[in-house]
Structure formats: structure tokens, C-alpha cells
T-cell receptor, first 114, second 115 residues
Framework: AQSVTQLGSHVSVSEGALVLLRCNYSSSVPPYLFWYVQYPNQGLQLLLKYTTGATLVKGINGFEAEFKKSETSFHLTKPSAHMSDAAEYFCAVSLSGGYNKLIFGAGTRLAVHP | ETGVTQTPRHLVMGMTNKKSLKCEQHLGHNAMYWYKQSAKKPLELMFVYSLEERVENNSVPSRFSPECPNSSHLFLHLHTLQPEDSALYLC??????????????FGPGTRLTVL
């Protein structure tokens, strides 16, 4: 069965520092991969997704992620953190075939301090 | 209104109550979803609807009863819930449930507390 692991339930960075949020998946076939962000008291918002093609995906708010099949990873990065990036981030996978079912990781809460 | 809206935003209910959660999407999508977000567990898919037809029931207890009267509205009827059902219930929609690359758009959720 497919699963998603996000290493680190809490990550803290300084404003201006690199943000790296880790996501690994287990799947017998390459999945489609998503990163969502959830701000306090809000629903989830798509940051970016990988379907096919270029493995480096750019998203909103300066975030990007790279699909590495050999490492079964889809880590999220941002070169310079901003205070407004403080939120919870979820990695998710969806497999081809069947219905559009997202399987989520447990989430990583990002704190940004001055 | 734009996007996906959910009402109420907060709900407190006793274990013997019956209540309903409402979701409405203004995106013209054909698929709608219910997810449960608990404090210590990953988001869990509960139900998938495609053009008002339930196409996925992810082993959800019968005390949760979904209803999709049209492609814009989705309800979750609740009865005889347990305290462990307390969670954030999120509704989402997408253009086509058969396209696994489709983005799902989420509402803000209903925070449910069962006493």
C-alpha cells in the first residue's frame, strides 16, 4: 500500500534562511505528488504538484520541489523564508487509475522566527 | 462567494444529537470529497462523489452519512457520534474525479467537538 512520510513534524528556521521540508513516498509505481499548505483556521491550498515531465517543479510563494524517483522523495524547498511562510505543510500522493484519492503525510509545521 | 465554502465553521454536539455539515463549491466542478483531519493522524479521505454519485466510501462508520443532492452541494449528516469523532472536517472539490492529477480545492473546514 502506498504511504507518505514527512520527516520532522516541526521545523523551525530563521527569517531569510533556507526552508527544507522532507517528503518520501512508498509506491510500487511512480505516483503523482502534491504539496499543500494550511494556514491557521483555513483549508488546504495547493503549493505545487508533479505529474509528468520536468522533475523540478516551481510553485507559488517561491517554493519548489524536486521529484527524485531513485530516492522516492519529493522534498519542498524555498531559498529564503519569510514570516508569512509559517504554516503547516502536507505532502500527498495520488496514483494513476481509480479515483482521484489523495494520501497525505502527517504534516510538518513550519515556524519562522525573526 | 468563491471557491469552496463550509458551514458551520464550528460545531459542538452531544453524542445523542443529529447535526449536518454543509459544503458548497462555486467552481463548476464535478467531484466532491469529505476528509477528516484529526489532531494526531494524517488527513483521511472519507467519501468521494462524482456527479452526485458516491464512488468511494473509505470504510467510514455508518454514523457518518453523506449526501450529494447536486454537483455543487455536499452534506455530511452526523448522528450518535463518539468523542473520538471530534476533528476538523474538510470538504474539497475537483474538476474530474477520474483525473488523478487534478488539483483538489479545499474549504476552510468545520471544527467538530463531540461531548
Amino acid at each position: 500500500a502506498q504511504s507518505v512520510t514527512q520527516l520532522g513534524s516541526h521545523v523551525s528556521v530563521s527569517e531569510g534562511a533556507l526552508v527544507l521540508l522532507r517528503c518520501n513516498y512508498s509506491s510500487s509505481v511512480p505516483p503523482y505528488l502534491f504539496w499543500y499548505v494550511q494556514y491557521p483556521n483555513q483549508g488546504l491550498q495547493l503549493l505545487l504538484k508533479y505529474t509528468t515531465g520536468a522533475t523540478l517543479v516551481k510553485g507559488i510563494n517561491g517554493f519548489e520541489a524536486e521529484f527524485k524517483k531513485s530516492e522516492t522523495s519529493f522534498h519542498l524547498t524555498k531559498p529564503s523564508a519569510h514570516m508569512s511562510d509559517a504554516a503547516e505543510y502536507f505532502c500527498a500522493v495520488s496514483l494513476s487509475g481509480g479515483y482521484n484519492k489523495l494520501i497525505f503525510g502527517a504534516g510538518t509545521r513550519l515556524a519562522v522566527h525573526p | 462567494e468563491t471557491g469552496v465554502t463550509q458551514t458551520p465553521r464550528h460545531l459542538v454536539m452531544g453524542m445523542t444529537n443529529k447535526k449536518s455539515l454543509k459544503c458548497e463549491q462555486h467552481l463548476g466542478h464535478n467531484a466532491m470529497y469529505w476528509y477528516k483531519q484529526s489532531a494526531k493522524k494524517p488527513l483521511e479521505l472519507m467519501f468521494v462523489y462524482s456527479l452526485e454519485e458516491r464512488v468511494e466510501n473509505n470504510s467510514v462508520p455508518s454514523r457518518f452519512s453523506p449526501e450529494c443532492p447536486n454537483s455543487s452541494h455536499l452534506f455530511l449528516h452526523l448522528h450518535t457520534l463518539q468523542p473520538e469523532d471530534s476533528a476538523l472536517y474538510l470538504c474539497a472539490s475537483s474538476q474530474d474525479p477520474g483525473i488523478n492529477t487534478d488539483t483538489q480545492y479545499f474549504g476552510p473546514g468545520t471544527r467538530l467537538t463531540v461531548l
